[in-house]
C-alpha cells in the first residue's frame, strides 16, 4: 500500500481531483469509477461523494492501493 502525504495550497480539494492529483487514477473517469463502486474511503468512513471536499487533516484510503494524507502546504 502506497503511503503519501499530499499537500494542497487551497483550503480544500474534491475528492476526484485530490486521487487523479495523486497520481493514484490516471483519469477522472477513473476516480469517479473508484468513488461510486465505494472504493474509497474518507477518515475511516466509505464516501460515494466525488465532489466531496476534502481538508487539510482529512485522510483517504483508496481500496488496497494507498494511503492519502492531506497536508496544507504554507
Do not use: W
Amino acid at each position: 500500500m502506497i503511503k503519501e502525504k499530499i499537500a494542497i495550497t487551497t483550503p480544500f480539494i474534491k475528492l476526484d481531483q485530490l486521487i487523479k492529483f495523486a497520481g493514484i487514477s490516471h483519469t477522472g473517469g477513473d476516480a469517479k469509477y473508484a468513488i461510486v463502486e465505494g472504493f474509497v474511503k474518507v477518515n475511516g468512513e466509505i464516501c460515494t461523494m466525488r465532489g466531496k471536499k476534502i481538508y487539510p487533516g482529512d485522510m483517504v484510503e483508496i481500496s488496497d492501493i494507498a494511503q492519502l494524507s492531506v497536508i496544507s502546504e504554507d
